[in-house]
């Protein structure tokens, strides 16, 4: 399949929602070993946590917009989080992203590849609470 | 603590990184890759001898540093770039410096400089991060 990868940016995925439980919760925060959190407060990872599981597309899918197969090992390179709000459990967000860009790199050791940034955003209502960018690198076997 | 530029965040030693939360988290984020679940499937991937560890484990270590070092405060804002593996039996170290603290409105901005490093090995991965600490519980370096 050719996809034309210049008309990227800009296509919004399908929304989603997502309830961080004050079960997985904790279980994500004994995972850590962290230590507990006050009453009613989600871990902030669940930033990047909640997108990822929440947007309405997975994570296959997202990198076949691409063109990527996700069995050719895509890798997360960067992470941006932001925060207009902390996260509560027990609180349905609404999810909502879309790509922001994918830039052609030919490195000399690493070839070719491609970096794919992604934001997706969670909101209460139609407040923002979390935003979240991705950069994910797409290795490329053969040179395009 | 006191926020003032200079001072050291952290330690957070994670020692060791236990596969079987790694199991854990792979659940949580609905992560299924088998890198992280299996040393065979690891290795298959050229990937080394044992599981990796998932990269947001990795930064929701330094979130937890961060809760840790300056329980008054929250994440508004981390941005980390992933530079390397982290292994199931790593130790790792989750550290990080005040690198400015600006007043806003009624609350300071820590901006810090984080990292998270492998005992005897790389680091990890290295990023930034702005805790919002409200006034009444900020301590020192209050505006005049």
Redesign the interface.
């Known amino acids: 399949m050719v996809v034309d990868l210049a008309a990227l940016p800009g296509t919004r995925l399908p929304e989603g929602r997502f309830t961080i439980t004050a079960e997985?919760n904790a279980?994500?925060v004994?995972?850590?070993?962290?230590?507990g959190l006050s009453e009613g407060e989600a871990?902030?990872?669940w930033g990047?946590?909640a997108t990822?599981?929440g947007i309405g597309i997975d994570v296959a899918d997202l990198l076949a917009l691409a063109a990527f197969d996700i069995a050719d090992?895509p890798?997360?390179?960067?992470?941006?989080?932001?925060?207009a709000i902390?996260l509560r459990v027990n609180r349905e967000y609404r999810v909502e992203g879309e790509v922001v860009g994918v830039e052609r790199k030919d490195g000399r050791r690493a070839g070719m590849f491609d970096l794919l940034t992604v934001e997706e955003r969670l909101l209460e209502g139609e407040r923002l609470a979390a935003t979240v960018r991705n950069v994910f690198v797409l290795p490329r076997k053969e040179r395009a | 603590m006191t926020l003032k530029p200079g001072a050291e965040l952290g330690p957070r030693r994670i020692d060791p990184v236990d596969s079987e939360a790694m199991c854990t988290l792979a659940e949580i984020l609905g992560d299924p890759n088998p890198i992280h679940l299996d040393a065979a499937a690891a290795r298959a991937a050229g990937l080394g001898d044992r599981p990796v560890n998932q990269g947001p484990a990795n930064f929701g270590y330094v979130l937890d540093m961060l809760r840790s070092s300056i329980p008054e405060g929250h994440v508004v804002e981390l941005h980390v770039r992933l530079l390397g593996s982290v292994f199931a039996g790593d130790s790792v170290v989750a550290g990080g410096r005040i690198d400015s603290v600006d007043w806003v409105a009624d609350a300071a901005h820590a901006s810090c400089t984080v990292w998270l490093d492998v005992e005897d090995g790389q680091r990890a991965l290295t990023g930034t991060a702005v805790l919002k600490v409200p006034q009444a519980r900020a301590t020192p370096t209050s505006p005049a």
Do not use: D, K, N, W
């Open positions: 997985e279980r994500l004994r995972a850590l070993g962290g230590r871990h902030p990872v990047y946590i990822q599981r090992g890798m997360l390179a960067s992470c941006m989080l932001t925060f902390p």
